[in-house]
């Protein structure tokens, strides 16, 4: 039996620069040679490491910009991964896009090739935040590339919103989640605005530039707005429809296996994390990835401390399965009653889970989850 439950591609290239704010490992320019080595490279990594994976639940294509592709490139890397790996029947495949480089064919490409799940990267529907946050691309060819991916029998599409955009007001982001409603996504990503240390946007805009109020009421109309068109929060930034949740997201954030494939790619066996190198040049020349072992009960905690970023929190039994920890264990941890006293926590019968103001301060979960 394999031990990857799911999978995860990084694709290091974005077409037309890079984002002001972004932090992640993306070139804004690539090659045809260097797309060319890095999916020769991807292929020799699948072929190594698809023997460690049980029938994939789940794959999700991220990076980066997987639409940075061309659509032979796109057709290349899908039918690799159909060539390589097994699948369930009902596997979730995502993959990120930019509504700015997804062309008719490269979604054609997408869609005929296995991808069951969009997520699109909006940001802003607005040019003024989209201009201070310095997001590169336009939006021109958002609404037909959805229409056409429905009428192409897309089914599954999340889109990526940022908020609390220093300078912006409330009125502009409840324009943006109303014109991302708009487009019937089942799914919503909605991130406030991080200030990335290094990256352009950091350095244009300082830390006190940050509205605390703007977020907390940016926040309460997310929950608020969104749950008159059937979405609920279901992870700190993440609404879905019923039944419409990420299922691969769900399941990382519940402890369970991944394999990560390309630059940057994180690998998950249950007890390491295995960080391939985040440069592409490295990466391509075999530099060893980067291990991250902890003792048992330190990842037993982290695992349990990620679930708590989620509403539902843990199932009991769940969680013993998964962590290990039993619900009286969990509850004589000294740090999970002081969480509970401070109103950031909750149990009953059934789970384990943050409350409202925990999901607001869930960094004071993690920390005392994984400090205990
Ligand atoms: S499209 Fe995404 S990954 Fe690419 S530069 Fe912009 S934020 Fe970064």
Redesign the pocket.
Known sequence: MGVYRSLYIHVPF?AGG??D??A?A?Q?HSSAEERRRYLEKLSQEFQRFAPECQPLRSIFMG???PSALSPEELSFLLSEIRRNFTLEADCEWTSEA?PDSLTSEKLRAMLSGGVNRLSL?VQSFQKEIRNRIG???ALENLESIVQEARELGLRRLNLDLIYAVPGETLEQWREDLKRAVALSPDHLSCYSLILEEGTPLAKRLLPEDDDDALFLDCWRHNDEYLAQFGFQRYEISNFAKVGCHCRHNDEIWHGQTYLGCGPAAVSFDGSSRRANPSSLADWLRDVPPEVDELPPQARRREILAFGMRTVAGWNWDDMREVTGFTRDEVLAIPEVQELSRDGLVQWDEEAFRPTAQGLLFNDRILEAIILS
Request: glycine share 32%; charged share 20%; aromatic share 12%.
């Open positions: 974005c890079k984002c704010y972004c992640f993306s804004g990076g980066g910009t930019n990267g997001r590169r691309g």
